[in-house]
Nanobody, 123 residues
């Protein structure tokens, strides 16, 4: 059974912070990458950040680097997305995803997805 369970979304005021979590149940995932995507209402799904499970190397969307941080906890089989200085334009459903091999910004290359967690930033 392969399952990604993402959580941690909620309502936050502009300038606030949230930490999203993704609990991974893949059996073996040392050769996989984990990523966060988001999809705002009426918008296309866009890449946010990714991490290689094996070596911890990260990749960020240019617009989010410096505000968002992706990390992993091997013992808990969990990946996190810590978001600071949130703005209304960050409002979206955030999805955890996984693909074999190294990280990528291309959503279609990811084969497993979480159910999504809603992040709403008020002004």
């Amino acid at each position: 059974q392969v399952r990604l369970e993402d959580s941690g979304g909620g309502l936050v005021q502009s300038g606030g912070s949230l930490r999203l979590s993704c609990e991974v149940s893949l059996g073996t995932f040392n050769n996989r990458a984990l990523a966060w995507f988001r999809q705002a209402r009426g918008q296309e799904r866009e890449f946010v950040a990714a991490i290689n499970w094996r070596d911890g190397k990260t990749l960020y969307a240019d617009s989010e680097k410096g505000r968002f941080t992706i990390s992993r906890d091997n013992g808990k089989s969990t990946v996190y997305l810590v978001m600071h200085r949130l703005q209304p334009e960050d409002t979206a459903v955030y999805y955890c995803a996984s693909r074999p091999g190294w990280w990528s910004k291309v959503a279609s290359l990811y084969d497993f997805w979480g159910q999504g967690t809603q992040v709403t930033v008020s002004s």
